[in-house]
């Protein structure tokens, strides 16, 4: 979406995977975000060898995205040690991308209001001024905004997500995962990464019960999160769908505030 993917082979037959883009594509920021991750975590990265606002330059990494069960236990272990890493605020030291759209990160001591604010409001407002959701619905947005509280607890303390997992952004091999790929990095509640993994239901889920057991396992998941929190933490990958891709999207964030009498 924001640049064209090549696999290079060296003359010595060493693979490369190079983005090439334009200065807006900004992957800079994308190199940032590997950067960041393989100083502070060990979640298994494509190497980093360059990057530019126009042009990323990785290492190539075997792997698929078909993942069976080990190699979601695995990844179950990786995101579990990835949330393990905190930070003071949450937010990030500089913004970042969620796919093609800038993702603001200002330090904040409030999960709830720093959720509600730049994530779930600019993404709302963002995509009202795209004309891919209409006002009503974006007012609707700011009514639950409002009440938040009423659903979601503080969190204990920021902890490091990858922001976009989902299954074509991680690969495997032999039942184990090889890489993380395309972050959106930030410090949040854990809880908004595990949402974004069952956004597209049972059929097409990144994971199915053997990763969230095993996750469960190393890090309890409050009672509620399936039932209700998972939905509102996905208004925000729903309305950057919306934004994106337009389509079928404004609806499903309709539903969702119908879900919550909003």
């Known amino acids: ?49 360059h990057s530019e606002p126009d042009l990323l330059v990785l290492g190539h990494v075997k792997g698929s995205s078909d993942l069976d069960e080990r190699a979601q236990e695995h990844a179950a272990e990786l995101l579990a040690a990835l949330h393990s890493v905190t930070w003071t605020h949450f937010g990030h030291t500089e913004d970042t991308l969620i796919g093609p759209l800038h993702q603001p990160n200002p330090p904040s001591s409030s999960w709830v209001d720093f959720f509600r604010e730049q994530r779930l409001l600019y993404m709302a407002h963002e995509a009202l001024q795209a004309r ?8 609707r947005i700011e009514t639950l905004a409002s009440h938040l509280e009423r659903w979601l607890d503080e969190a204990r303390q920021p902890v490091l997500v990858h922001g976009d997992v989902w299954a074509t952004n991680l690969l495997a091999s032999e039942g184990r995962i090889t890489a993380f790929l395309d972050p959106a990095i930030y410090y949040a509640h854990e809880e908004i990464e595990l949402a974004y993994t069952t956004l597209f239901g049972s059929r097409d889920r990144t994971f199915g019960d053997s990763f969230y057991r095993r996750y469960h396992e190393l890090r309890p998941i409050a009672p509620g999160f399936f039932e209700e929190r998972r939905h509102i933490y996905n208004l925000y990958p729903l309305l950057v769908h919306a934004r994106v891709f337009g389509r079928h999207y404004p609806e499903e964030v309709a539903r969702t505030l119908d879900r919550f009498g909003y």
């Open 1 to 49: 979406m924001i640049a064209a993917v090549y696999k290079v082979t060296l003359a010595e037959g060493r693979n490369l995977v190079v983005k090439a883009g334009d200065t807006e594509s900004r992957l800079d920021i994308e190199g940032d975000m590997l950067r960041h991750l393989a100083q502070v975590s060990s979640l298994p990265l494509p190497p980093l060898i």
């Open 132 to 139: 891919a959701i209409t006002t009503s619905l974006c007012v």
